[in-house]
C-alpha cells in the first residue's frame, strides 16, 4: 500500500513537469504510511492537488480513496479545471468543459 501512495504523489510530479521550463512555484507534499496529500503549482499556470486515504485498513476491502483537482491553461487562453474523485466507484471527473452523460 505504501507503494501505491508513493506512486501516486510521484505521478503528481511528473504531471506538474513542463518541456517547456516551468518552473516550480509551490510545492507541499505530506505522505504517510495510510494517508497523503500533495499541491503544486508551476509558473505556466498548472495547479495539481490531491488528498488520498486507505479505507477498511487491513480488511479483504482495504482500497485507496482520492480526492483532487488540476487545473491548466488552454491554448485558447482559457483555464480549466477539472475536479475528480477516484475510489471504488472509479474515476469520476467533474469540469464545466466536460460532457455529462
Known amino acids: ?3 501505491i501512495i508513493v506512486f501516486v504523489a510521484l505521478f503528481a510530479l511528473a504531471l506538474a513537469a513542463d518541456p ?3 518552473e ?3 510545492y507541499d507534499s505530506n505522505v504517510e ?3 497523503y496529500q500533495f499541491a503544486v503549482e ?3 499556470g498548472k495547479t495539481f492537488e490531491e ?3 486507505v479505507e477498511d485498513l487491513g480488511t479483504d476491502d482495504e482500497a485507496i480513496s482520492v480526492k483532487g483537482s488540476y487545473s491548466y ?3 485558447d487562453g482559457q483555464t480549466y479545471t477539472v475536479n475528480y474523485v477516484a475510489d471504488r466507484n472509479g474515476f469520476q471527473p467533474q469540469g464545466a ?3 455529462v452523460a
Open 1 to 3: 500500500m505504501k507503494f
Open 20 to 22: 517547456k521550463d516551468a
Open 24 to 26: 516550480t512555484l509551490r
Open 33 to 35: 504510511p495510510e494517508q
Open 42 to 44: 508551476t509558473s505556466d
Open 51 to 53: 488528498q488520498g486515504h
Open 73 to 75: 491553461v488552454g491554448d
Open 97 to 99: 468543459h466536460l460532457p
